[in-house]
């Protein structure tokens, strides 16, 4: 178990539909991470992008992009977590990889589809929450869309740290810096969210804008850098544990189910 947990946020311009190409680029943001950091956290999709070509793109869970990912925890002796377009049992899924350095895999599918997009015509839909419970945090592993529906990402009493893995768009970008920090405050937890930058083969612009909010909603650390960038900040689970203790909100917290 560990007071204080590393977390490095990669926010970079994905290449379209390029897995080769953005796994190289990948190799060389992450090479300075080695022994610096606990956990790397990238983009949604991203060795493709948010592309809805999920049929030429998918790859099984022991495609080459998993087996990157497996490499790249053990060098960094770190998790490595982000999504991409994964197909099993003739399903499609944006699934959120969380790959510990001993190569065991946690898997989070994508609840919210975003149909504005089409994403709901190309992928099936996730149905349960994922926890993961790495070096003593209760991690919460949710994907872009996910963001705006605050009952499905309540986790106030099951975890200590939330992780969004996006493709946010810069003309909703407003949107994103507050409930980033609307769902750290209500569920009074860690939220880091991770999204890209540059434009995507369908023409949809991001400006990144990747963050790190605390329980009381401040910033921790945000990138406003349109480069390919990783920055490192360093939590507290003591800090979050005397902060819930001083000022209980769980106690008064409504009692409800979650159906899929």
């Known amino acids: ?89 003739g399903h499609y899924y944006n699934r959120f990889l969380f790959v510990l350095p001993s190569g065991d895999i ?17 992928f099936s839909h996730g149905i349960k929450r994922v926890i993961v419970d790495y070096c003593g945090w209760r991690i919460a592993l949710f994907i872009c869309y996910d963001l705006r529906f605050p009952v499905w990402c309540r986790t106030m009493k099951v975890a200590d740290l939330v992780l969004f893995s996006a493709n946010w768009p810069a003309a909703r970008t407003p949107v994103w810096q507050t409930l980033i920090r609307a769902r750290a405050i209500e569920n009074q937890l860690y939220v880091a969210g991770v999204n890209r930058t540059g434009t995507d083969g369908a023409g ?18 945000t990138m406003n850098d349109q480069s390919d960038v990783v920055t490192t900040c360093v939590v507290s689970l003591e800090e979050l544990n005397r902060f819930r203790k001083k000022f209980p909100v769980s106690d008064d917290d409504d009692l409800f189910e979650i159906n899929v």
């Not at 869970?61 to 994964?86: C, F, H, K, P, Y």
């Not at 949809?204 to 650390?221: A, F, M, N, Q, W």
Request: aromatic letters at 8%; a negative charge; hydrophobic letters at 40%.
């Open 204 to 221: 949809v612009i991001y400006t990144g804008e990747s963050t790190l909010i605390d329980p009381k909603g401040r910033i921790v650390c």
């Open 1 to 89: 178990m560990s007071d204080l947990l590393r977390i490095s946020l990669v926010q970079f311009d994905v290449l379209w539909e390029n897995p080769i190409g953005n796994r190289q680029k990948l190799d060389i943001l992450l090479e300075p991470l080695k022994g610096r950091t606990d956990l790397i956290l990238l983009p949604e999709m991203y060795s493709t992008g948010f592309s809805m070509h999920a049929k030429s793109l998918a790859e099984s869970m022991e495609g080459d992009t998993i087996g990157w990912m497996r490499t790249q925890a053990e060098n960094t002796n770190a998790a490595v977590a982000g999504s991409l377009i994964v197909k099993e049992l």
């Open 106 to 122: 946690f898997c989070y599918d994508k609840k919210h589809l975003f149909s504005m997009g089409g994403e709901d015509q190309y």
